[in-house]
């Protein structure tokens, strides 16, 4: 079952938009350090909030690729769908933030590890879960 699981993500059906979701993440995940490293080291924010600001601008850019390029199969069109889409992936990308500050929180405070590599390891353990509920709910 692991197997076949792992076959489906490399070369399945969702392997093209695993793929793209992961360009997009990787590109948005870009956005987002340079955007923390703003907020915290130019602008004087706490790492926690300047995180927190960036990571909600980052959700806006990441639906707007994805629902273009990742899903654009099964893409959001028309004002009332996009604008529902736009809810639904905040809906899911939101409940994925307490994750991401967790994960961030915890390597800076208790690891000692700077705060833009916390930041993109947290990135990373939510991203599979962000990817597992959008494709199931914002395009499924």
Avoid at 21 to 40: E, S
Avoid at 62 to 84: E, I, K, P
């Amino acid at each position: 079952m692991l197997r076949s699981l792992l076959r489906n993500l490399l070369s399945g059906p969702v392997a093209t938009q695993l793929r793209r979701f992961v360009i997009v993440g990787a590109t948005t995940a870009g956005v987002q350090m340079a955007l923390l490293w703003a907020f915290v080291d130019a602008g004087g924010l706490n790492y926690l909030v300047g995180a927190t600001i960036a990571i909600e601008i980052t959700i806006v850019l990441s639906y707007v690729l994805n629902n273009a390029w990742t899903f654009r199969a099964t893409q959001n069109t028309g004002l009332h769908d996009y604008l529902a889409g736009l809810l639904k992936t905040n809906v899911v990308r939101g409940s994925a933030i307490p994750i991401q500050l967790g994960v961030l929180y915890g390597l800076v405070e208790f690891a000692a590890i700077t705060y833009l590599i916390a930041n993109a390891v947290a990135i990373l353990i939510s991203g599979l879960y962000r990817f597992v509920f959008d494709s199931l709910w914002t395009w499924g």
